[in-house]
């Protein structure tokens, strides 16, 4: 059975598949790594690499959910019958499952911040952020109402449907998202001093490339995509048939190099003029930020727009995790989707409460340095995500049909038609090669 709603639109799939890959990537860990790997040299190869690794990978998961238009385990059961292979989709599930169960615990925190910046009481003279941090992350209560409050949202819109919810936010968060940004880097440039800041992301130091750094360049091209877990099979699942593929995919790829851009240049030249350096996850976005933002006129009614930009491109991430999880489960049957939504978004959340306590009662339940928050993250960063990846390479490049690739690959436009090997030999012997190296990386088991 194909799945009986689509996308209204091509622009409607960009912005929701963009949406999937936008989160909190772009400021999470990204930004203190260009700054201390090279700058614009640093950009330049995440660049590169996303556009030669990351978009492939992007594409695989394209062509697999619109050729059968089907969500992710059932996709794969049509492409490799009587084979294993659907345990890729399987694994998707479980995959975005546990990473919307701690990706909300942040979403939960930034809802709890937005609220303290709306009511004015976030920003004080002389505050110290990092304890507020720790307060608001280590209240149990807090935690766990914020968490159920971000997941909420997601529900709601995810039940609503495809084009009535996903792709009806995507067309307003979207845009909202980029014309944040654009008020925020005009108020960034206008700072005293910000030049410095400028410079210091922008120009290129290539003696500062470490074998880490490129490291994180090349896990960081598709995992700031959303691949690995499926994602992108069931959004483009919901894709027309004989939409081409090349310009969306190009597009996704171009607004996610391009949000990274203006994350730079919205922070670093507000963090040099102020006298402060970059750190990086929740340091800079809860603690560093806020206190760069006490110092500005005007700052409280732009940490408003900077946390509503971010609550923005968590949720439309989270519409996409939700997703992969719902449409298993329907499998096109529209009259179950919004019960689906509730009874696997309630999952998630019991799954998630553990790490929202994390920093607080549960705080001493800690192996090898890790709490359940840090494993669930390490679990999926390092090991999860990489393995989807590889396997999603090794099946396109080994077992997907090759007349129904070929039909994929001839809707990606005339300059395309004859990389169809150059692209199944990528898959099949350098991307998995790759995918190895991030992993033997992520889990430090390299002498670099």
């Not at 968490?147 to 949202?153: G, K, M, V």
């Not at 449907?161 to 996903?166: C, F």
């Not at 210091?200 to 877990?229: H, R, W």
């Not at 499998?331 to 306590?357: H, N």
Request: glycine share 12%; aromatic share 14%.
């Amino acid at each position: 059975m194909t799945q009986q709603e689509q996308w209204t639109s091509r622009l409607g799939f960009v912005l929701a598949s963009a949406g999937s890959a936008i989160g909190l990537g772009a400021i999470w860990k990204f930004p203190n790594v260009v700054a201390t790997s090279g700058g614009g040299a640093f950009f330049l190869v995440f660049i590169i690499f996303t556009f030669g690794i990351g978009l492939p990978l992007l594409l695989a998961e394209f062509m697999i959910g619109r050729n059968t238009g089907k969500e992710a385990v059932s996709a794969y059961r049509e492409l490799a019958p009587g084979s294993k292979w659907h345990g890729v989709g399987y694994l998707g599930m479980a995959t975005c499952s546990l990473l919307l169960s701690f990706y909300s615990v942040v979403g939960g925190w930034i809802v709890l911040y937005f609220l303290k910046a709306l009511s004015g009481s976030l920003l004080q003279g002389g505050r110290n952020y990092g304890e507020l941090f720790e307060s608001t992350s280590a209240n149990p209560w807090a935690a766990v109402l914020a968490q159920a409050l971000f997941l909420l949202i997601t529900i709601v819109i995810v039940a609503r449907g495809v084009k009535q919810g996903i792709e009806k936010a995507s067309r307003i968060m979207m845009p909202g998202l980029f014309i944040l940004f654009l008020v925020l880097i005009v108020r960034s440039l206008t700072l005293p001093g910000m030049s410095e800041g400028l410079v210091y992301f922008l120009k290129p130091d290539f003696g500062q490339l470490t074998p880490q750094a490129l490291l994180y360049a090349l896990g960081q091209s598709f995992f700031c995509l959303s691949v690995g877990g499926s994602c992108m099979v069931t959004y483009s699942s919901y894709l027309k048939k004989g939409e081409p593929l090349g310009k969306p995919a190009l597009s996704v790829v171009g607004l996610n190099v391009l949000t990274s851009f203006m994350a730079g240049i919205a922070i670093f030249p507000a963090l040099f003029a102020l006298g402060m350096k970059p750190q990086e996850g929740a340091g800079l976005l809860f603690i560093t930020l806020p206190a760069v933002f006490e110092q500005l006129p005007f700052g409280s009614l732009f940490i408003v727009l900077f946390l509503a930009l971010f609550l923005f491109a968590t949720l439309t991430s989270a519409f996409s995790l939700l997703e992969i999880v719902v449409a298993a489960f329907t499998r096109g049957k529209a009259e179950q989707r919004t019960r689906m939504c509730w009874l696997v978004g309630g999952v998630i959340f019991a799954l998630g409460v553990p790490s929202a306590l994390s920093f607080g009662v549960g705080s001493h339940l800690q192996w090898l340095g890790r709490n359940i928050f840090d494993w669930a993250d390490f679990a999926v960063t390092n090991v999860m995500l990489p393995l989807g990846v590889l396997l999603i390479s090794l099946f396109v490049g080994f077992r997907y049909p090759r007349r129904r690739l070929q039909e994929e690959w001839n809707t990606l436009g005339s300059r395309w038609h004859k990389g169809l090997a150059v692209y199944v030999f990528m898959l099949r012997f350098i991307l998995p090669v790759i995918v190895l190296v991030v992993f033997l990386h992520g889990m430090n088991w390299l002498p670099v």
